[in-house]
Each structure stands twice: as C-alpha cells, then as structure tokens.
C-alpha cells in the first residue's frame, strides 16, 4: 500500500470509528448512569470519542474535511434513528415476546431526538472552529492545548444543549448538565495521549505530513 492510500486508509477508519460512536450514543443516552456519583447519559463515552476523530482529522487533514467529517456523522445519525423509528412502527411477530423491552429501550421521544441533532451540529461545528482558532494561534505546537480548549468549550455546549432540550421541566438540569460536562472534561484530558499518538502514526505514514490551513479539500499536504 502506498502513501496516499494508507493516509486514506486511515481517514477512511476514523470517519468509521466517528459514524459508528455518534449512532451508538444516541441509543445509550436513553439511560441515565451514575459515575463517581456524577449522573449521565450512558452515551457520554462513546460521544466523547467523536471529539478525538475530530481533532485529529483536523491536525492531519484540515478544517474542510473535519466538517465534512461531522455533515457525514449527522448524516449517518440521522438514517439509524429513521431505522429506529421504522423498526418501532413495523408490527412485531406474534411469537416474538420482546416487544415491549424494545419499545422501551429505543422508543426515544421526539424531543430527545431533537436534543440530540441540536447538540450535536452546534457542538461538532464549534469544535472544529474552536480547534483550528487554537492552531492558528499555536502553529505547529501545543496539540494538547488546543485539542483540550475545543474539546472542553464544545463538550459544554453539548451538554447544556442536549440535557436542557431533552430533559427541562421532566428532571433536575443542572447536576446532569454539569456531570456530564465532567465526566467528558476528565476523558478529554486523559484521551490526549491518544490523540498525540494517533495523530504521529498517520504522519508517519505520510512521510511527514503535516496540515495547511489554506487547503479545504481534504488532501494531505507533505512537506
């Protein structure tokens, strides 16, 4: 394989890894859990995993394919919650006994899926901004700070978003907002490592290559 096709290979496996934890915590957010006595949103993992795809498509790729990137995970989050909403609706077998636990665990009411799409194209937009606002002021140095700053702003507005559109008036905002702004503060911090490492692995594919804010069409600039 040679290097283009490797940097694509491995835009290709974070665009997957991004598709697949944005659709999966849409579903697991419809459970609320209790971590070191902070209660969220069983999604908030998977969800936070978005934001190292994020940041690192945008350190290697530029801000045009980070975007593209987060239309391409709206995209896909709004196909599995129509496919949802279509299994709902289709009458089960009449041998089948688990329709009710189905309906129960994806019957997400109208305003949660809502408060899922607002959330997430304000908070991945921003995060993409935030991140190339930072690296523009950073140059080439200080990954950690500008992965940490973006993730943190844009983790908030996710949070306040999702939980006071989803849950305002049905239960108590702020310790679910703050919880789980937390909660996905300290797995930002600690996936930083990851993002370092990732990031270093697909430039040393790449021979070196390194980002050109003046590029918007996803290609790899090497230099």
């Known amino acids: 394989m040679n290097k283009p096709d490797a940097n694509e290979t491995a835009f290709i496996l974070l665009l997957s890894v991004f598709a697949g934890s944005i659709t999966i915590a849409s579903v697991l957010a419809n459970k609320i859990i209790s971590v070191a006595g902070l209660y969220v949103p069983a999604g908030v993992l998977a969800y936070s995993v978005t934001f190292i795809c994020t940041d690192v498509v945008g350190e290697i790729w530029g801000k045009g394919r980070a975007g593209r990137m987060v239309m391409g995970g709206f995209a896909a989050l709004v196909t599995a919650l129509l496919l949802v909403r ?85 239960m108590p905002l702020w310790p679910l907002i703050l919880g789980q702004w937390a909660i996905k503060c300290a797995i930002g911090i600690l996936d930083t490592p990851l993002v370092y490492l990732v990031v270093w692995y697909i430039r040393r594919g790449g021979e070196g290559g390194r980002t050109d804010d003046r590029q918007s069409d996803g290609r790899l600039y090497c230099g």
């Not at 997430?120 to 991140?131: K, P, R, T």
């Not at 930072?134 to 949070?159: C, E, M, P, Y």
């Open 86 to 170: 279509l299994g709902l609706a289709w009458p089960p077998a009449p041998f089948w006994e688990g329709d009710a636990a189905f309906t129960a665990i994806l019957g997400s009411t109208s305003r949660i899926i809502v408060a899922s799409f607002a959330a997430y194209l304000v908070s991945q937009f921003h995060d993409v901004w935030a991140f190339h606002f930072w690296k523009r002021a950073t140059g080439d140095r200080h990954l950690w700070l500008r992965n940490n700053l973006s993730t943190a702003v844009s983790q908030f507005i996710d949070s306040f978003l999702f939980i006071f559109i989803a849950f305002y008036g049905v």
